[in-house]
């Protein structure tokens, strides 16, 4: 905790509601640090952990939600049901931490999500997702040859439990979303990567380039001249794709940065403020700005905890983050990126997670992650017009 006098205090403040929204957008819920997976990129350290959260947790988690959407006219909250496999705790557990949160779901306050590897999915979870309204993400790398990253507990691609869980949510008519992680294995194959995401009918398509977090260190992900050349042939795959193909999130992103642009929208930083995006775990602790510093041990940073949601609601924890001093160091990372970098204007100072990972500190400007994922798609953009306007 920071423990400069009142003025410098202060300051922080005054900077603090400058880049984060005062109200988060989202809240992810880490039900189980359990996965029945043991994917090889994996980042989580408490993947084998199968303490359940108590409803203890998801009650006090739901009525700090109502407070944060108490007289505020917006979209509904969201409630990412993410960590290691959701589905793991079982429909029964599961439904049980759904309870406290139907009065906010029901008056359309309030809208859950989940992240999933699809291996569980059978009737019974379409049917309970289907009648709580989860919006579905599934995570898969591609065709089989390109998922054998995923592998259950004994080493065993995973790949054929996946696409049956794919195929209940196709055939119960679930809407999901599909997210691919791209490593060295798989960027150089960007055509039949997306051909096969593209053939599953997702409503959309999500590309996450590989990094360095959590207890994934011994990997090395794509560099950015691989990342520039994955997102050239991402963008003319696109654009060879007929009306009611599933959009690339990420080529979506930066076709609304384009538009907002060419409009000159006066409030375009007020709308790219950073989400404080609270995380709570399942005994409550609560940790902002990345879901992925919840569970790693960083005695300098008190381990990232903020809070625990089950001593003080989330608006308390959110009044006094500017205190935290990783927080402080990551509004000072995205000060350094404004008056550095030129891609700011269109990422806004990218992800806090990254920045301790690759560097262990959140007081630094660029990161792997920003060259890739961030920088990679625009310098992309940019060449396929120079050679278009060349030709």
């Not at 959309?204 to 959590?214: A, F, P």
């Amino acid at each position: 905790m920071n423990t400069a006098p009142p003025h410098q205090q202060a300051a922080l403040l005054r900077r603090y509601q400058h880049r984060i929204h005062r109200v988060p957008r989202n809240l992810v819920v880490q039900p189980t640090g359990f996965c029945n997976l043991d994917c090889t990129y994996c980042y989580l350290p408490d993947r084998d952990d199968k303490t359940p959260m108590p409803t203890a947790v998801a009650e006090a988690v739901a009525r700090s939600a109502s407070e944060l959407v108490g007289g505020h006219h917006r979209k509904p909250l969201g409630l990412i049901w993410h960590a290691g496999e959701p589905l793991a705790l079982g429909r029964r557990r599961f439904t049980e931490l759904l309870q406290p949160f139907e009065e906010l779901r029901r008056k359309g306050l309030l809208e859950h999500a989940v992240q999933t590897n699809a291996t569980l999915i059978d009737d019974e979870w379409c049917d309970l997702l289907t009648e709580y309204g989860f919006r579905v993400g599934v995570s898969i790398d591609g065709p089989k040859d390109l998922t054998l990253r995923r592998t259950d507990r004994r080493g065993r691609p995973a790949f054929d439990r996946i696409m049956r869980g794919v195929e209940r949510l196709q055939h119960r008519g679930v809407p999901f979303s599909l997210i691919a992680v791209v490593s060295r294995e798989n960027i150089t194959h960007p055509d039949r990567l997306l051909d096969f995401l593209a053939a599953l009918r997702p409503v959309s398509i999500g590309l996450n380039i590989e990094e360095s977090e959590g207890v994934n260190t011994e990997r090395h992900p794509p560099t950015r001249e691989q990342a520039i050349e994955f997102w050239l042939k991402v963008l003319a795959w696109s654009r060879r794709q007929p009306g009611g193909t599933a959009p690339v999130r990420e080529l979506e992103r930066l076709g609304r940065y384009l538009r907002m642009s060419r409009t000159q929208r006066a409030d375009r930083a007020h709308l790219s403020r950073v989400d404080p995006l609270p995380t709570i775990a399942r005994n409550g602790d609560v940790f902002l700005l990345s879901p992925e510093l919840a569970g790693i041990t960083a005695p300098t940073y008190n381990d990232f905890r903020a809070g625990n949601v089950l001593e003080q609601p989330i608006s308390a924890i959110l009044r006094e983050a500017h205190r935290l001093s990783y927080v402080g160091e990551f509004l000072t990372g995205l000060e350094e990126c404004e008056s550095t970098c030129e891609f700011f204007d269109y990422c806004r100072g990218s992800q806090a997670g990254n920045r301790y990972f690759e560097h262990q500190t959140f007081a630094v400007a660029e990161t792997d992650y920003c060259r890739v994922t961030e920088q990679a798609p625009v310098l992309a953009l940019a060449d396929t017009v120079r050679k278009e306007r060349t030709t």
